[in-house]
């Protein structure tokens, strides 16, 4: 089946410096969407970017990814990392197209802590 | 109001116990989906209704059941609860014409003892 590997763990950073979050995933789905969610304490997860298009940047409040089919990754950058950015970040994948997008395969989630 | 409401956010139960788990949502979303999440584990999905249609997953079919009454409302029962269902279980619903907007609630923290 489909998986999605992530960081691992906690990533720490000093505010302004730049994040980047990895995420590969494996699926034998031609077309997969993939998507960042974040995830805030005591929050939602939240869509924060998602992508289908090989080689295409996608950008959302700050945050950027490129899907790469040849290398089957979807990394979340950020060129100056801000306190508000601490929170659980997963990278999800779904092969069914645009009918059961819901219907998800998430990675482990990165913790992102950013000090002042 | 584009929230997905869960109730209770946390809750105790004992072993052998049911348990249900409540999910509601306004945004007239024909599609409602049950995760689970445990630490240190992606959030895996149970199962999900499309409309009156449910679909649950092939590993978790004989563990959880679920049901849908109407269009808002959709729960998660666990018929007799083992201390492995401790977990955060999270409820999320989409439409089919929106299909890459998908909204979570809040979860639910379920403790078996």
């Known amino acids: 089946g489909d998986s999605v590997t992530q960081t691992e763990g906690l990533v720490t950073l000093t505010e302004g410096l730049p994040v980047m979050l990895n995420c590969t995933y494996q699926?034998?789905?031609?077309?997969?969407?993939l998507f960042w969610y974040v995830q805030h304490l005591n929050e939602s997860p939240r869509l924060l970017l998602k992508s289908f298009t090989d080689n295409k940047r996608t950008e959302h409040q700050g945050f950027h990814a490129t899907l790469h089919k040849s290398s089957s990754s979807f990394h979340l950058q950020k060129s100056s990392a801000q306190l508000s950015d601490s929170a659980l970040y997963y990278c999800a994948l779904s092969d069914k197209g645009t009918q059961v997008v819901g219907q998800l395969t998430f990675g482990r989630g990165t913790r992102l802590q950013v000090y002042a | 109001d584009t929230t997905v409401k869960q109730n209770p956010r946390y809750k105790l139960a004992r072993v052998g116990k049911p348990v249900n788990l409540i999910c509601s949502q306004t945004m007239n979303h024909d599609t409602m989906y049950w995760y689970q999440k445990k630490p240190n584990q992606a959030p895996k999905l149970l199962l999900f209704?499309?409309?009156?249609?449910?679909?649950r997953e092939a590993d978790t079919f004989e563990k959880f059941q679920s049901s849908r009454p109407n269009n808002s409302f959709c729960s998660l029962y666990i018929g007799s609860a083992g201390l492995e269902y401790s977990a955060m279980y999270l409820c999320a619903s989409s439409r089919r014409d929106r299909a890459t907007e998908v909204f979570f609630g809040k979860g639910t923290r379920l403790t078996v003892v």
């Open positions: 699926t034998i789905y031609s077309n997969p969407f």
């Open positions: 209704y499309y409309d009156k249609i449910l679909n």
